[in-house]
């Protein structure tokens, strides 16, 4: 069993930044390859960032990438999704995943571990 706990998320006026956190227990981090997804209002939840276990390796998708970057300090147990340059279709729930699988390279399949999801609004 893995547990995540989010925090950093809230208000933010478009081309402003935040910065999420989340911190994991009850396995091994460096172990884990870890992502961010998010779901908006009335949406599918989608993929957003990973990174693999040593942090060597990360992936985005198209709408995030060179705006958002994904990180972890395995000695916090910690991976970290800094965001700059938000945008209103930012808005959403971002949720921390962990996939404790054995193939260590960044990937946009979930893992069967989720975070209680901390809230993002972008105004405009």
């Known amino acids: 069993q893995v547990q995540l706990v989010e925090s950093g998320g809230g208000l933010v006026q478009a081309g402003g930044s935040l910065r999420l956190s989340c911190a994991a227990s009850?396995?091994?981090?460096?172990?884990?390859?870890m992502g961010w997804f998010r779901q908006a209002p009335g949406k599918e939840r989608e993929f957003v960032a990973t990174?693999?276990?040593?942090?060597?390796?990360?992936a985005y998708s198209d709408s995030v990438k060179g705006r958002f970057t994904i990180s972890r300090d395995n000695a916090k147990n910690t991976v970290y999704l800094q965001m700059n340059s938000l945008k209103p279709e930012d808005t959403a729930v971002y949720y921390c995943n962990a996939n404790p699988t054995v193939i260590n390279i960044p990937t946009t399949r979930a893992g069967p571990y989720w975070g209680q999801g901390t809230q993002v609004t972008v105004s405009s």
């Open positions: 009850g396995r091994t981090f460096s172990d884990i390859v």
């Open positions: 990174v693999t276990k040593g942090g060597s390796s990360t």
